[in-house]
C-alpha cells in the first residue's frame, strides 16, 4: 500500500520568523502548485528556484519543495516517481533501523569508524538528543518525547549506515528542523536528512577536512572580491578561520533564530540548484562583507571573536544569501558541485567500508558522493 503524502503544517511551531515568511514574501501554496504540470513535474524548475531564492516558501509547502530542492526527486518526476522514491526511503530506514538494533560483528563497526564502538555512538546519540533545541513554541512534554524518538531513530539510521562518521555533535541540530517539516514522515525527513549530510559529510570526518577546505575558500573568495577586508582579517589574526567553525559545522543553526532556519536553508538550496554549486562557504563569506565596516574597525583577535558569536547574531538570512549569489557571480566558483540526478539522498559516505548488509543503492551513491566533493 503507498505511503500516505507528507502531512503540513507541523503539530507545534513557534511563529515569529517562520509565520513572517510564510505570509509576507514566501512563495504561496498556490503558486508552488501552479508550477507543477498535470503529472506532477515541476516546470520552470530554475524560475522557480529563482523565486524561492528570493523569497522562501510558505511552510505549507515545504513538505513538498524540500526533496526537490535537495535533488532528492528530479524536477521531472512524476507524483508516481516521487512515490517510489519515497517508499524505498522507508524501506531503507526500517532496514537500517533493523541492523542496528542487532549489529553484524560482520559490520566491522569498530574498523570502519575509526575504533569507536557502536555502543560509544548510541550513548553519544541520547546525550545530545535531550539537549537538541527543537523550536520556542509552545510544546508539551509528550510531543518532546515523540521527536526525541523520531531524532534518535534517524540519527542512529544514519549513524549505522556511515561509519566512518557515526555520529557527530552538531548533526542533531541539523535534523531538527527536518521533524517540523515532516512531522509524521520519519523516511521523508531521513531522506533529507540524508540528503543534506551528503554534503555536508567530510566537516564530520576525523580531521574535518571539509571544514578546512571550506576555510580556504572562504579565503580566496576573499583575497579576490574584498582585498582590504582580508587584509584586515589577516591583521587580526584570523585567517585560519577560527570563526567559521560553527557555522560550518552546524550550517548556521545558532547564528539564526529556529524559526529563521528553514527560510534561510531553502533559499541556500534554491540558489545552490541555480548555481550548480554549494553556496556554503559564499554565505560565511557574504556574511563577513555585509559586516565589513565593523570588522574593519575591530582591534583585536578576541573584539573579532565576541563580534562574529554575539553581534552579528541573528544573521539577516535573505541577505545574505542575496549577497553570497552575487559573491558567487563575482568570482565565477564553479567548486564543490552539486549532483544533479534525483538519488543523490542516498550519497551517505565517500568511505569505502560500509554496513555489508546495507542496501547496494548506498553503496553505488558513496561512490557518487566522492566525486561530487570535489
Known amino acids: 500500500m503507498p505511503r500516505a503524502a507528507c502531512a503540513c503544517p507541523a503539530p507545534f511551531r513557534s511563529t515569529v520568523g517562520d509565520e513572517e515568511l510564510s505570509t509576507v514574501n514566501s512563495l504561496t501554496p498556490q503558486q508552488w502548485q501552479q508550477a507543477h504540470d498535470s503529472s506532477g513535474r515541476v516546470h520552470k524548475f530554475r524560475q522557480t528556484c529563482k523565486i524561492i531564492r528570493k523569497r522562501g516558501l510558505a511552510k505549507e509547502s515545504r513538505c513538498q519543495a524540500w ?27 526500517n532496514t537500517l533501523l533493523q541492523q542496528a538494533a542487532a549489529p553484524d560483528p560482520r559490520n566491522n563497526f569498530e574498523l ?26 509552545n510544546i508539551t512534554a509528550e510531543e518532546r518525547s515523540a521527536i526525541d524518538v523520531r531524532l534518535t531513530h534517524i540519527l542512529t539510521a544514519y ?25 509524521q514522515d520519519d523516511a521523508l525527513a531521513f531522506m533529507c536528512f540524508a540528503a543534506f549530510m551528503g554534503q555536508l559529510r567530510q566537516n564530520f570526518l576525523e580531521g574535518q577536512p571539509g571544514v578546512h577546505s571550506s576555510i580556504q575558500h572562504i579565503g580566496s573568495l ?48 534554491a540558489a ?7 553556496l556554503k562557504d559564499h554565505c560565511i563569506a557574504a556574511l563577513l562583507r555585509l559586516n565589513r565596516k565593523q570588522i574593519l574597525r575591530l582591534r583585536s583577535p578576541e573584539d ?34 552539486q549532483p544533479a540526478n ?21 553503496k553505488v551513491h558513496a561512490q557518487a558522493a566522492s566525486e561530487d566533493q570535489v
Open 67 to 93: 526533496p526537490l530542492l535537495l535533488s532528492c526527486y528530479a524536477p521531472d518526476e512524476t507524483v508516481a516517481g516521487r512515490q517510489a522514491v519515497n517508499d524505498a526511503a522507508q524501506q531503507e530506514l
Open 272 to 278: 545552490e540548484q541555480m548555481a550548480h554549486c554549494q
Open 159 to 183: 549513524a549505522y549506515c556511515d561509519p566512518a562518521v557515526g555520529y557527530c555533535q552538531g548533526m542533531a541540530d541539523i535534523l531538527s528542523p527536518f521533524l517540523l517539516v515532516f512531522p
Open 222 to 269: 576573499l583575497q579576490h572580491a574584498d582585498p582590504k577586508l582580508w587584509r584586515q582579517i589577516e591583521k587580526l589574526d584570523m585567517s585560519t578561520g577560527v570563526f567559521a567553525f560553527r557555522m560550518l559545522v552546524c550550517q548556521f543553526r545558532r547564528e539564526l533564530t529556529f524559526d529563521d532556519v528553514f527560510g534561510f536553508w531553502e533559499r541556500l538550496w
Open 112 to 137: 570502519s569508524s575509526g575504533g569507536e564502538t557502536w555502543e560509544q555512538n548510541v550513548h553519544r546519540i541520547a546525550t545530545d538528543v535531550n539537549r537538541t533545541d527543537c523550536g520556542s513554541g
Open 342 to 362: 534525483n538519488e543523490k539522498w542516498q550519497r551517505l559516505s565517500k568511505a569505502e567500508t560500509v554496513p555489508p548488509k546495507s542496501s547496494d543503492t548506498l
Open 304 to 337: 573579532f571573536i565576541q563580534f562574529v558569536n554575539k553581534d552579528i547574531i541573528p544573521l539577516d538570512g535573505p541577505a545574505t544569501i542575496k549577497a553570497a549569489y552575487k559573491l558567487w557571480k563575482q568570482t565565477g566558483s564553479k567548486q564543490k558541485q
